[in-house]
């Protein structure tokens, strides 16, 4: 179908010229974790682990619904994931496993 | 520092390396190509097939990042430009001054010369 | 901290308080990094060290470059020939490849800055772009209709002066120089610095006497 090229051929964060609303001038002071995924992404870049560039393909790749209900550093964590996955450097396995224990631990706390 | 040399001072005989010496100058015309890449790419949509004028020449030369972004850091090193563009052309109803302008960076491989 | 508790006896756990738990994201996060560590990939000290270079870069290193260029015109030449070796003269090291294109606003051109395919900000010289330059109104029409946008702000550019977008795509970044506010001659590099705001080096507003910081 016609209606569909559109979705492939321009990516989702391609929107110079689209129509849009006004400018809210909204700001955060950001939250220790996305203070911590930024510089993730700085030391990944750093280290050519995850240059910035594949950083940006990875979070255009996640497709307009994920991007669309993702904040800005959600973004950013899942396409690091993604990336890793395809680079053989984690597995799907191993962070599902992580993230169970990281949860248990932090009810264990209490 | 430009790792280019003006035309006037090439020593003949020298060989530049592959895409060391810039294609386009300052000044020149150049149109963005009209291709429709799927994939990374970093040319907005809003450019493609538009006419616009080298501002400047970026230097040194850089990996394209549009492979870069899939982990390829090698072998496709070229300069990109600055290029400007009068918003005018761009957007067909464009309310703004006749000499507003759009100024962005753009790979050498996705240039023309007219 | 994980701590083991026995379960062979009565006693009431005290109620999670759904605040304190993570979230989903900041969980996965975590998760990433500890095992990246554990791959001695990286070090907790590279993300510790990283944090602390973020939260040392703020505007006021980019108010610093301005006034330095509205009171010594070879620097502010230097600055515009090469953006970033001149910011590295005030020891204001970049720690990427990026490069920096600084824009001079004059009284035929008024500058501004934006990304439209992602968030490209001179991070280096500024800090952390503001959630609405990340955005989509911003995003969308800071190209196409910019006077527009720039009406939102406050700031009016007349018709005969020049509106100029610069768009990041690749490894450049910009920052805006704005103009000198008039009646400051007397004024200190110091007192200089302090008038300029972080969304006048984004080119959205200019520089005025009421905007002390």
């Given at each position: 179908m016609s209606g569909s090229e559109g979705l492939v051929s321009r990516l989702p964060n391609d929107i110079g010229g689209l129509t849009a609303g006004s400018i809210a001038r909204v700001e955060h002071e950001l939250e220790p974790w996305e203070k911590r995924c930024h510089a993730l992404a700085d030391v990944l870049d750093f280290k050519k682990l995850i240059n910035t560039e594949e950083k940006r393909r990875g979070v255009e790749a996640l497709g307009s619904d994920m991007i669309g209900q993702l904040a800005y550093y959600e973004r950013w964590i899942v396409a690091f994931a993604n990336i890793f996955f395809a680079k053989g450097i984690l597995t799907p396995t191993e962070l599902a496993e992580k993230m169970s224990e990281v949860e248990a631990r932090h009810i264990a706390g209490r | 520092m430009p790792n280019h040399l003006p035309s006037q001072s090439r020593i003949p005989g020298i060989v530049p390396a592959l895409n060391e010496w810039p294609s386009f100058s300052p000044g020149d015309r150049v149109r963005v190509a009209s291709r429709s890449p799927i994939g990374h790419y970093r040319v907005p949509v809003y450019l493609r097939g538009m006419t616009g004028t080298v501002v400047s020449i970026i230097e040194p030369v850089m990996v394209d990042n549009e492979t870069e972004g899939y982990g390829q850091n090698a072998g496709s090193r070229r300069h990109y430009y600055r290029v400007s563009f009068r918003l005018r052309t761009i957007w067909a109803a464009y309310s703004g001054a006749p000499a507003d302008e759009l100024r962005i960076e753009i790979f050498e491989t996705w240039l023309e010369r007219i | 901290?994980?701590?083991?508790?026995?379960?062979?006896?009565?006693?009431?756990?005290?109620?999670?308080?759904?605040?304190?738990?993570?979230?989903?994201?900041?969980?996965?996060?975590?998760?990433?990094?500890?095992?990246?560590?554990?791959?001695?990939?990286?070090?907790?000290?590279?993300?510790?060290?990283?944090?602390?270079?973020?939260?040392?870069?703020?505007?006021?290193?980019?108010?610093?470059?301005?006034?330095?260029?509205?009171?010594?015109?070879?620097?502010?030449?230097?600055?515009?020939?090469?953006?970033?070796?001149?910011?590295?003269?005030?020891?204001?090291?970049?720690?990427?490849?990026?490069?920096?294109?600084?824009?001079?606003?004059?009284?035929?051109?008024?500058?501004?800055?934006?990304?439209?395919?992602?968030?490209?900000?001179?991070?280096?010289?500024?800090?952390?772009?503001?959630?609405?330059?990340?955005?989509?109104?911003?995003?969308?029409?800071?190209?196409?209709?910019?006077?527009?946008?720039?009406?939102?702000?406050?700031?009016?550019?007349?018709?005969?002066?020049?509106?100029?977008?610069?768009?990041?795509?690749?490894?450049?970044?910009?920052?805006?120089?704005?103009?000198?506010?008039?009646?400051?001659?007397?004024?200190?590099?110091?007192?200089?610095?302090?008038?300029?705001?972080?969304?006048?080096?984004?080119?959205?507003?200019p520089v005025t006497l009421g905007m002390e910081n």
């Open positions: - | - | 901290m994980a701590h083991e508790h026995e379960h062979d006896h009565d006693h009431p756990h005290a109620e999670i308080s759904v605040s304190e738990m993570p979230g989903y994201y900041e969980v996965m996060e975590t998760a990433i990094r500890e095992l990246l560590i554990d791959k001695q990939l990286i070090t907790g000290n590279d993300i510790r060290h990283q944090i602390e270079v973020l939260d040392s870069r703020t505007p006021a290193l980019g108010a610093k470059v301005v006034a330095r260029a509205w009171v010594d015109a070879a620097f502010r030449e230097r600055l515009l020939a090469d953006g970033r070796a001149a910011c590295e003269e005030l020891g204001i090291s970049f720690y990427d490849d990026t490069r920096l294109i600084v824009l001079e606003n004059t009284e035929t051109v008024h500058n501004l800055i934006v990304c439209t395919l992602c968030s490209c900000y001179p991070r280096p010289v500024l800090g952390l772009p503001p959630d609405w330059y990340k955005l989509k109104p911003y995003r969308a029409r800071a190209v196409s209709e910019p006077r527009i946008v720039l009406a939102e702000f406050g700031t009016i550019i007349p018709d005969d002066v020049e509106v100029r977008v610069s768009d990041s795509t690749a490894a450049v970044r910009y920052l805006v120089l704005p103009r000198r506010p008039e009646a400051t001659d007397d004024y200190s590099e110091e007192q200089l610095a302090g008038l300029v705001t972080r969304d006048a080096m984004i080119g959205v507003i």
